[in-house]
């Protein structure tokens, strides 16, 4: 069977020419006919990181796993970049350079999903030990970028130029990309990309693609508030000041900035993910601790929250006669945009290749995300998504009246199959989409 498949490959790579143009359905074919080969491979080193998730910076053993598996391909390998990002450099021939990114980072938290392979693994965050879990879906993403690179090893003699896979750090944090580029990426390949790639997964059905021109994703600014107080007896809160109550009431009054003071027709969220305070019910604290982000898609929207943020916290603090607030408001990551041209062309190919199942988004996401560093620093891109949930398992929950789980929620469980597949697939395409004209 190994032998026949070789000779089909074989076959297929033949009947395009390095120069001639992207011909998707013979291409798809190919690739296919290589993933079935590899396939068992990447899901087994999926289910290795999906158990052994490493926080941001701290992502050791993963960017070993990923350096290993680029060497073993080829590619020249430079690792430790910005902290513990991986670059990886295929050339061959003249042609455009592409970069291909994945993330590395897993997240602090407890993973619920029951899988027989489910993270079980603990590190140091915020000098606490916590549960760690890729329920953002990176070890899908890292799965493919693999998968991606064997495919087009394979598939040499189709294309020419260079091939620059970055596996970056700390995508959580919003700070890896930025890290790798101080650390002096474009030096180490040789100057910049000529265009960018990246995916999601996310749980729209698997199998599914999507794309959207322009702006993809929102900003992300951190909130790291401090109410400072009187601490005392809980039976007696008249001798105190009470950040608890302060903390409450900013959660609360926060929200009318957005639904008040902003154009009800644009984007903006403000989440308060983490609050600390206190020791036992009969004590009451004498600094409480939230921590949160800002989510807008306008550089106005965000200029008014972030105003507001800081005015409330002050009012809040002011009403109940307390020192002023310690108050940090952090940038994070940018706004992704996509390249319009290069988005026109990538999805004239995807439709090429999956029809129906690539879709064609009309409005920007929620999220936020530091590949936007890339497209910052010049180098057009189109970040584009794969759905994770197989369309059985979506209706199914449907019909228990339950939701979808999202990304970072600790239900989070992609269908390996067929979505490291797809996403294979879909980038691949997408790069032989450049390389070829």
């Not at 990447?42 to 050791?60: M, N, R, S, T, W």
């Not at 794309?211 to 601490?231: E, R, W």
Request: net charge neutral; with cysteine.
């Amino acid at each position: 069977m190994k032998l026949l498949a070789s000779a089909v490959l074989a076959t297929l790579l033949a009947t395009t020419a390095v120069a001639a143009p992207l011909n998707v359905p013979v291409a798809k074919k190919a690739i296919d006919v290589q993933l079935d080969r590899d396939y068992p491979a990447l899901e087994a080193l999926y289910k290795d990181i999906h158990a052994h998730p490493e926080l941001g910076f701290q992502e050791v053993e993963t960017a070993k796993k990923l350096a290993a598996q680029m060497r073993a391909l080829g590619f020249t390998v430079t690792e430790n970049v910005g902290k513990t990002g991986v670059v990886a450099v295929l050339k061959n021939g003249d042609g455009p350079k592409i970069l291909i990114r994945t993330e590395l980072d897993g997240l602090p938290m407890q993973e619920k999903t029951g899988l027989p392979f489910a993270s079980q693994a603990t590190a140091i965050y915020r000098d606490e030990k916590v549960f760690t879990a890729h329920a953002c879906g990176h070890d899908i993403h890292m799965a493919a970028w693999v998968g991606t690179a064997k495919q087009l090893v394979a598939m040499k003699a189709k294309w020419k130029g260079t091939l620059v896979f970055v596996a970056q750090p700390a995508e959580e944090l919003t700070s890896g990309a930025r890290a790798m580029l101080a650390d002096g990426l474009w030096d180490k390949i040789g100057g910049k990309p000529d265009y960018g790639f990246a995916l999601h997964v996310g749980n729209s059905p698997a199998g599914q693609i999507s794309y959207k021109p322009g702006v993809l994703t929102s900003t992300s600014d951190g909130i790291d508030l401090t109410f400072i107080g009187q601490g005392g007896h809980g039976s007696m809160p008249s001798a105190t000041i009470d950040p608890i109550m302060m903390a409450s009431r900013f959660v609360v009054d926060v929200q009318s900035v957005v639904s008040r003071e902003k154009d009800p027709s644009q984007f903006g969220v403000v989440t308060i993910g983490s609050i600390q305070g206190g020791s036992a019910g009969n004590i009451i604290p004498d600094r409480v601790r939230l921590r949160g982000t800002i989510r807008t898609q306008d550089a106005a929207v965000r200029e008014k929250i972030l105003a507001g943020v800081q005015r409330t916290a002050k009012a809040v603090a002011a009403m109940a006669g307390a020192p002023e607030p310690e108050l940090k408001l952090t940038s994070g990551g940018k706004m992704v945009v996509n390249d319009a041209d290069l988005t026109a062309r990538t999805g004239a190919v995807f439709k090429a290749a999956f029809g129906a199942k690539a879709v064609l988004e009309d409005k920007p996401g929620s999220a936020s995300e530091d590949y936007s560093e890339f497209v910052l620093a010049g180098v057009p891109s189109v970040y584009f998504g794969i759905g994770g949930y197989a369309p059985a398992e979506i209706e199914k929950l449907k019909a228990e009246g339950k939701p979808v789980p999202t990304n970072h929620s600790p239900f989070f469980a992609p269908t390996p199959e067929p979505t490291i597949r797809t996403g294979v697939e879909a980038m691949t395409l997408a790069v032989l989409g450049v390389l070829q004209k």
